[in-house]
């Protein structure tokens, strides 16, 4: 079983959608991370988290530290927001290397 | 630079050969990191540099797989008689101390024929 876990690894919705994407993970952690991977490789960082809710436009991030699992949400989902989204997290013990969930693939559909 | 710069951005080369892949980081940033992202698979680290501390190289698959970080900036990656299943998207991020605020570069994509 992988540390991180990430649901669902694919994701189709239509455009205006509201998109929940979950990320579960096993160990403890300093923090956790949600990236955004488009076509082509390139990676931006969306948030980091270690406790509560963290919002930047129409991202919303929140963290559960008790139940060990964080959702990104997407409001009013737009075509643009087709990417892979990646949860990746610090663990305790080794809190320098990020270990990554397995990605979602989203798809937003005009 | 603005960002993390990684060059080539794709590299095909002949198995057997050598390759290397070059990142530049943001400057200032103490900590380097390189991953690999392999066909449909997630993100594998590789290895992680902090300033002058001695490397964790603990996620390098094999002893062809090395690098260096010259002067505290610009990290290089050398694979040595590259196999084909080392065929992957090389990625190089930078922070400014580790654990949070990492900006990744756009990548290499490596192809072993």
């Not at chain 2, 980081?25 to 066909?39: F, V």
């Not at chain 2, 605020?101 to 756009?106: I, L, Q, R, V």
Request: net charge positive.
């Amino acid at each position: 079983k992988n540390e991180v876990e990430q649901s669902p690894q694919n994701l189709t919705a239509q455009e205006g959608e509201f998109i929940t994407i979950n990320c579960s993970y096993s160990v403890g952690i300093s923090a956790l991370h949600w990236l955004q991977q488009h076509p082509g490789g390139g990676i931006v960082s969306l948030f980091m988290l270690s406790s509560g809710k963290k919002k930047h436009g129409r991202l919303i991030a929140t963290i559960n530290i008790q139940e060990k699992h964080s959702s990104l949400h997407i409001t009013a989902s737009h075509p643009r927001d087709s990417a892979v989204y990646i949860c990746a997290v610090n663990s305790n013990l080794r809190a320098q290397k990020l270990v990554f969930g397995q990605g979602t693939r989203l798809t937003i559909n005009p | 630079g603005a960002g993390v710069s990684q060059s080539p951005s794709n590299k095909v080369t002949e198995k057997g050969k050598d390759v290397e892949l070059r990142c530049d980081p943001i400057s200032g940033h103490t900590a380097l990191y390189w991953y690999r992202q392999s066909l449909g698979q997630g993100l594998e680290f590789l290895i992680y540099f902090q300033g002058n501390s001695a490397p964790d190289k603990s996620g390098l698959p094999s002893d062809r797989f090395s690098a260096e970080r010259t002067g505290g900036s610009v990290s290089t990656l050398t694979i040595q008689r590259t196999q084909q299943e080392d065929s992957a998207v090389y990625l190089c991020a930078s922070s400014p101390q580790g654990n949070y605020g990492y900006t990744f570069g756009s990548g290499t994509r490596l192809t072993v024929v």
